[in-house]
């Protein structure tokens, strides 16, 4: 098993996964031919320096994703924060260590990119992914507010 | 009153206002002449054309700061999400309703740059500022997790 960033190729089978999901589901628009706004999208994440979208690839192909971004602040006296969002296993994967693995690649890469701070936020509508994040070291100090337009 | 785009001059004032508060007085590392490194972090911020570092300035000077970032996502059919973080109000001026006004107006920005959602996370030693997000708007749908390094 390999973690590498994201190419066009992989889009197809990242959007697989973000769909394959009970929260997913609802959100996307996963047919093939995909529709040409996710190409779009990743041209412009792949463009931004400071976005990481990343997989984890084996024999059997894509098998987990997510996307991790360096924000640049004033706080922290001029501090850098990383943020993970998108994190998503293939569905014959879970349980299997992998989303841990990719959670690991990601802290080790903010570390070494200078961040202080890494940070994400977890629908409350699932409890399983808080304790997950809770093992890792996360310490869930914050309310995530949302507001959808 | 205006709100506008921050310029490098505003950045002893706005690093005043981050560290004149409870929790940030223990982060930030304020004193004239103010650190370099709050320098170059602004002229990272003002370089990347999705960060969007703000203040509110009256006839008394910087009264008000915020940064709103863009950050583009393949998940919601590749949308693109708007997030606050450091939202400070001059001491003088709280309760005056500053603070709503910055919301609105990064609000009318976000949608305006089309973005799907706008999100923060306010840490749970804030309860008030839990009712402020409530009262504009925004869900508790999500915990904050953070990982300090």
Do not use: C
Request: glycine residues 8%; charged residues 25%.
């Amino acid at each position: 098993m390999i973690i590498r960033k994201a190419t066009k190729k992989d889009v197809p089978s990242i959007v697989a996964m973000l769909s394959d999901d009970e929260l997913g589901q609802k959100r996307e628009d996963y047919r093939i031919p995909l529709p040409e706004k996710y190409f779009a999208a990743f041209d412009l994440i792949s463009q931004d320096t400071n976005q990481n979208l990343i997989v984890a690839e084996d024999e059997s192909g894509i098998i987990g994703t997510a996307q991790l971004s360096f924000i640049q602040y004033l706080t922290y006296q001029g501090g850098i924060r990383a943020q993970i969002e998108a994190v998503r296993v293939r569905i014959d994967k879970r349980g299997s260590g992998l989303g841990e693995e990719l959670f690991l690649w990601m802290i080790a890469h903010a570390k070494n990119q200078g961040a202080h701070l890494l940070q994400l936020t977890t629908d409350k509508q699932r409890p399983d992914a808080l304790r997950f994040y809770e093992k890792l070291g996360f310490k869930s100090s914050h309310q995530g507010m949302k507001m959808h337009f």
